[in-house]
């Protein structure tokens, strides 16, 4: 068998300028190739391997590390709930950008029961934003609440492995994610009795609130106002959601304590409490 016979380029494409071309642009792809497959090379023999995440005997537990990843575990663990998801909720977040996988599952007929500590409430533009509990979520506030805490369907839950304030230390220490275990049922029952204890917080939807200078309350608005105001939200952001100003709330605040006859927000908010008003 004849050996094959290459063309010579000086003859074969002797005037022929997209011959020449075309073996100019196929040696710089293949030289392009060779560089890419290198430098790929190179990175995988000095990537350190992921070590193995700790997990608890029986696989109990497992801890989730990296920002990201633990955003898509959230997200995850709602999206497969089936029937109720449980929250205590207190900064700081993992994401800034709101839990919108809510929404999704709260329209799927997913029940969300979310106790949140004063402090979430007051946290800087939290309770100013209008939504803050999303519709159909049922919602109480307390003092605090020991952590944060997911549980979904009273099989799983997620928690943070450290309690502190910064978010950055709270995101590096990972989240614990508890597989169905007597430790479930202990954080279900402390959530239970948690909730029992908080104070329901009744938030207008848009359709409710009413502009200046005519609000002068009925007997759903008042309750939201008196709930919002027993929870230990600020005036300001109390009046945000209600949409009146901060001066037509304080007036609405005065006239129900005349109409109570309370001297005081104090004595007012007794008076709530003894007549369940909320």
């Known amino acids: 068998m004849p050996d094959e016979q290459h063309p010579d380029p000086a003859d074969a494409g002797a005037g022929n300028t997209d011959y020449l071309a075309a073996l100019s642009g196929l040696a ?3 030289s392009g190739l060779a560089s890419v497959r290198e ?3 190179a990175l995988a023999a000095v990537r350190p391997s992921r070590p193995a995440e700790p997990v608890m005997p029986g696989g109990i537990a497992e801890v989730i590390h990296g920002e990201a990843e633990q955003q898509h575990m959230i997200e995850q663990l709602q999206r497969e709930a089936r029937k ?3 929250t ?3 900064p700081p977040y993992v994401s800034f950008a709101g839990n919108f996988v809510q929404k999704e599952r709260l329209a799927a007929g997913v029940e969300y029961r979310s106790l949140y500590e004063t402090t979430a409430l007051v946290y800087p533009g939290a309770a100013d934003m209008p939504g803050f509990v999303e ?9 605090s609440v020991p952590m944060k805490l997911m549980i979904v369907d009273a099989e799983r839950a997620l928690l943070p492995l450290s309690g502190g304030a910064d978010r950055s230390v709270v995101s590096s220490a990972g989240l614990l994610l508890l597989h169905p275990s007597v430790l479930v049922d202990a954080l279900l029952e402390l959530f239970e009795d948690r909730w029992l204890r908080g104070t329901p917080l009744r938030m ?3 359709g409710d609130t009413e502009e200046d200078p005519d609000f002068s309350g009925s007997p759903e608005l008042d309750e939201q106002l008196l709930s919002l105001l027993m929870s230990g939200l600020p005036d300001k952001a109390i009046a945000s959601q209600l949409g009146i100003s901060l001066r037509t709330l304080q007036r609405r605040i005065r006239a129900l304590m005349e109409s109570t006859g309370t001297a005081n927000r104090t004595q007012l908010a007794w008076f709530v409490a003894q ?3 909320t």
């Open 135 to 143: 519709p159909g979520e049922l919602a109480r506030a307390a003092p």
């Open 275 to 277: 007549q369940r008003l």
């Open 28 to 30: 710089a792809v293949e």
């Open 88 to 90: 205590f909720v207190r």
């Open 84 to 86: 109720e998801v449980l």
């Open 39 to 41: 430098r790929l090379t």
């Open 204 to 206: 207008p939807s848009p």
